[in-house]
């Protein structure tokens, strides 16, 4: 059973003003029953992988059950002399190795006719030769137009499994998507005895939307790099392709900034509830970006501005309105704090921290916050949003901001991430018309702080409950009034950590929404069926378990009984590595 999570700290005095949030003190013993339940003592028997068994739904599917592929310990990966389609055949081999315990070399050599798994990179379009088993429904499809940028070809026969792909992140996703097709027990860091089998057939698959993520604010609670990990591999399990990290907040400054020291070494060291805080070094926060660009995963960094700054303000109290020192704050409320914007020293700070965090940030986003400065006037707030937009385009980096920063003049290809729970809002609707594209976060769909039922033991209700159908029950490209479908670059799965203080924690508000919120973003609005999802998603409970993941048991989802004795938990691995 993997481990019990430990009750959080109480959290937030007194009722909330102006957004209440709901933080009471979570019941241990229902997440420990929901450990239980990921451990295998559910329901259906388990049924082997079907080819449509995947999460999120591919655009085609082939299947042909007279073409099963069985892997076995002889096995060559065999890729194309690319380095970075190279390094996902690595990946590929990483993730077979410790259940099969099988050596899987992976070579490149063009002469040896080896595999039979084989990785290749063939420009843009499917080889028209490929059908094969796939029939013409596939061939006909999507396998003649181009991939795309993250699209692939998987075909799987006796003989092989081929995946083909435009781009070394079209690779990795289609090994996402045979990670799923091999028996659950693949998830197990020790070895299984197991018949890894792939069923046979074709998919042809790529996303409906470019930006597919997910959020985690480690600036309420902190969470050290290698939690930070696991949230990333769990993110590419479900090819989602953006990590936005909410970076500060009133109650801690998680990124060094070099020109602004004390950001980290007195707001760093609070959080809500008086745990101890902490923040990433520079070369902590490599680490992060270097793990997550090997995932094809994109880190956002967010410094919000001009509000939820009181750990910046207890730091540099010159920042402060009146330059008051505001006292060190710990609670769950917000709105009450910004960095003034009538002192240029707040210009200058604002430039030199978004310096350094866009010299430590690969990718072409940088995200400014802007919600709930409710102490700004409404003019001042724009004005100083428009100056904030120019620095962030000094970096050479594109602004993302929360929904509030509409108003404001348009940039240069400004993306507006909307958290709202009333999609009739023209506010942002006349930004997307002046040019701005939008995440959608729906705070009743995608907000995974949310909980799940009333009994859930952590996590917030303001936005309402958030069940698995609810939190995939929705379209991206017609729930704003008014903003067409090509304005949204994609969706997001906020996870905000006011009441959420572990891993497992996390995982237990992750899963299992974070799936649901990352079909909406893959896959194509004619898949979309919650009772084929359920089912779907239900396969992915035993994998979770083998994972050491312990998930929420939705009452929803039809999850199969878990062959305990042939997945090994993270518990019954632990104790394997105790004993041995
Ligand atoms: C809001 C607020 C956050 C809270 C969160 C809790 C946004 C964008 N600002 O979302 O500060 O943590 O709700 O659900």
């Known amino acids: 059973m993997p481990t019990t999570p430990a009750a959080p700290s109480e959290t937030g005095p007194e009722p909330l003003d102006p957004v209440e949030l709901s933080v009471r003190q979570?019941?241990?013993?229902?997440?420990?029953?929901?450990?239980?339940?990921?451990?295998g003592e559910l329901l259906a028997p388990p049924?082997?992988?079907?080819?449509?068994?995947?999460?999120?739904?591919?655009?085609?599917?082939?299947?042909?059950?007279?073409?099963?592929?069985?892997l076995t310990e002889d096995a060559v990966i065999r890729v194309d002399a690319d380095p970075a389609a190279r390094d996902v055949a690595e990946q590929l081999a990483e993730l077979l190795r410790p259940a099969t315990g099988y050596p899987l070399p992976v070579t490149d050599s063009a002469t040896r006719a080896d595999g039979p798994l084989v990785l290749t990179l063939s420009g843009a379009a499917a080889p028209a030769d490929a059908a094969g088993p796939a029939g013409d429904d596939v061939a006909d499809g999507a396998g003649a137009e181009s991939l795309g940028d993250e699209g692939y070809r998987?075909?799987?026969?006796?003989?092989?499994?081929?995946?083909?792909?435009?781009?070394?992140?079209?690779?990795?996703?289609?090994?996402?998507?045979?990670?799923?097709?091999?028996?659950?027990?693949?998830?197990?860091?020790?070895?299984?005895?197991?018949?890894?089998?792939?069923?046979?057939?074709?998919?042809?698959?790529?996303?409906?939307?470019?930006y597919r993520g997910a959020m985690l604010?480690?600036?309420?609670?902190?969470?050290g790099v290698d939690d930070v990990l696991r949230v990333i591999d769990h993110l590419a399990r479900y090819k989602l392709n953006h990590l936005h990290l909410h970076l500060t907040d009133d109650q801690g400054w998680r990124i060094a900034v070099d020109s602004?020291?004390?950001?980290?070494?007195?707001?760093?060291?609070?959080?809500?509830?008086?745990?101890?805080?902490?923040?990433?070094?520079?070369?902590?926060?490599?680490?992060?970006?270097?793990?997550?660009?090997?995932?094809?995963?994109?880190?956002?960094?967010?410094?919000?501005?001009?509000?939820?700054?009181?750990?910046?303000?207890?730091?540099?109290?010159?920042?402060?309105?009146?330059?008051?020192?505001?006292?060190?704050?710990?609670?769950t409320e917000v709105g009450f704090s910004y960095v003034d914007p009538?002192?240029?020293?707040?210009?200058?700070?604002?430039?030199?921290?978004?310096?350094?965090?866009?010299?430590?940030?690969?990718?072409?986003?940088?995200?400014?916050?802007?919600?709930?400065?409710?102490?700004?006037?409404?003019?001042?707030?724009?004005?100083?949003?428009?100056?904030?937009?120019?620095?962030?385009?000094?970096?050479?980096?594109?602004?993302?901001?929360?929904?509030?920063?509409?108003?404001?003049?348009?940039?240069?290809?400004?993306?507006?991430?909307?958290?709202?729970?009333?999609g009739d809002d023209p506010e942002t609707a006349d930004a997307v018309r002046r040019g701005?594209?939008?995440?959608?976060?729906?705070?009743?769909?995608?907000?995974?702080?949310?909980?799940?039922?009333?009994?859930?033991?952590i996590g917030h209700d303001w936005a309402g409950l958030i069940d698995v159908r609810r939190a995939y029950d929705w379209d991206p490209g017609t729930h704003l009034t008014g903003v067409p479908a090509e304005a949204v670059l994609g969706v997001e799965a906020p996870l905000w950590t006011e009441t959420?203080?572990?891993?497992?924690?996390?995982?237990?508000?992750?899963?299992?929404?974070?799936?649901?919120?990352?079909?909406?973003?893959?896959?194509?609005?004619?898949?979309?069926?919650?009772?084929?999802?359920?089912d779907r998603l239900a396969g992915h409970g035993p994998r979770w378990t083998a994972a050491g993941i312990a998930f929420h048991p939705a009452p929803e989802i039809p999850w199969p009984a878990t062959p305990a004795h042939r997945i090994p938990t993270q518990r019954s691995r632990d104790d394997a590595t105790h004993t041995s």
């Open 217 to 223: 604010d480690v600036a309420r609670h902190f969470f």
């Open 47 to 70: 049924t082997p992988v079907r080819l449509g068994d995947v999460v999120p739904a591919p655009e085609l599917v082939a299947p042909d059950p007279a073409a099963d592929f069985l």
């Open 26 to 39: 979570p019941a241990a013993a229902e997440l420990a029953r929901s450990a239980a339940h990921a451990a």
């Open 154 to 210: 998987l075909e799987v026969t006796h003989a092989e499994v081929r995946i083909t792909a435009g781009t070394p992140a079209g690779l990795f996703h289609g090994v996402q998507t045979l990670r799923q097709l091999l028996p659950a027990a693949v998830e197990s860091a020790a070895p299984v005895a197991e018949r890894w089998v792939v069923p046979g057939g074709a998919i042809v698959d790529r996303p409906r939307f470019a």
């Open 260 to 331: 602004w020291p004390r950001l980290t070494e007195v707001g760093g060291t609070t959080e809500v509830g008086d745990g101890p805080g902490g923040w990433y070094t520079k070369d902590d926060y490599r680490r992060i970006v270097r793990y997550a660009a090997r995932r094809h995963v994109t880190v956002v960094p967010e410094i919000d501005l001009p509000g939820h700054t009181n750990a910046a303000l207890v730091a540099y109290p010159e920042l402060a309105p009146g330059k008051i020192p505001p006292p060190p704050y710990t609670g």
């Open 500 to 534: 959420v203080t572990t891993l497992a924690e996390v995982e237990f508000m992750l899963f299992p929404r974070l799936p649901a919120v990352a079909e909406l973003g893959w896959s194509p609005r004619s898949t979309h069926d919650w009772a084929a999802f359920r």
């Open 342 to 422: 009538a002192d240029e020293r707040t210009y200058a700070f604002v430039a030199e921290v978004l310096g350094e965090v866009a010299a430590l940030t690969p990718g072409p986003w940088l995200h400014l916050g802007g919600d709930e400065a409710f102490k700004v006037p409404a003019d001042t707030y724009r004005g100083f949003i428009e100056r904030a937009q120019e620095l962030v385009a000094a970096t050479g980096k594109t602004v993302v901001g929360w929904h509030q920063l509409a108003p404001a003049g348009h940039a240069d290809g400004r993306v507006l991430q909307w958290w709202g729970t009333n």
């Open 436 to 457: 701005a594209r939008l995440i959608l976060s729906p705070a009743n769909h995608a907000y995974v702080d949310m909980k799940y039922t009333a009994e859930t033991p």
